[in-house]
């Protein structure tokens, strides 16, 4: 079972790619505690915001691809909190199972670095975005036809077989589609 904020959001702006918009999940609980977080109601369980649901991952994925299908969608966002932090694991990885085979395209947020994914053998995702939020590197995240800036410039994302794409500001290719840098 997972916390989740709910209802989901629909974004632009957090799939890595210049023509797709996404399902954002929120997931409740993260183990990094980031200096200027900025979800930081979803980093403990104990202080539970309103608007939030248990689910068991049959009926995340249910909930997710109900909310694709009502936004024409087929990209999924899971952010929060953090996805791979504590009880929420188990559950990630048998949802991100059950939408690989039904070819949805999951871009996960995360505070892990790529070693720990690479140890854990996350699987199912298209995107992976790692490492801590960093108030040090703080940048202001934005995206255009050519470029998507993540919130932290030491931030980086991966594809699904771990190959570095980019870190801090991600550029696309002529398709819109991420570019390895």
């Known amino acids: 079972m997972v916390i989740i904020k709910y209802p989901f959001s629909v974004s632009f702006s957090d799939y890595p790619d210049n023509h797709s918009h996404a399902v954002v999940v929120y997931f409740l609980g993260c183990d990094h505690y980031c200096k200027g977080c900025h979800n930081p109601e ?8 309103n608007g939030l649901i248990t689910l068991h991952h049959y009926e995340l994925y249910n909930e997710i ?11 999924v966002v899971f952010s929060g909190g953090d996805c791979l932090s504590g009880d929420n694991m188990t559950t990630t990885q048998a949802v ?3 939408l690989k085979n039904s070819y949805h395209d999951v871009c996960v947020y995360t505070g892990y670095n790529v070693e720990h994914l690479i140890t854990i053998s996350l699987c199912g995702f298209k995107y992976v975005k790692t490492n801590k939020y960093d108030i040090n590197f703080k940048q202001i995240p934005s995206k255009n036809d050519r470029f998507m800036t993540l919130a932290s410039a030491n931030q980086c994302l991966y594809d699904e077989y771990f190959t570095h794409i980019g870190t801090g ?9 991420p570019k390895y840098v």
């Open 42 to 49: 979803l980093q403990n369980n104990a202080n539970r915001p």
């Open 65 to 75: 691809v109900r909310e694709c299908n009502k936004h024409h969608t087929n990209k």
């Open 96 to 98: 991100l199972s059950l």
């Open 169 to 177: 500001t991600i550029y696309f290719d002529e398709y819109g589609d």
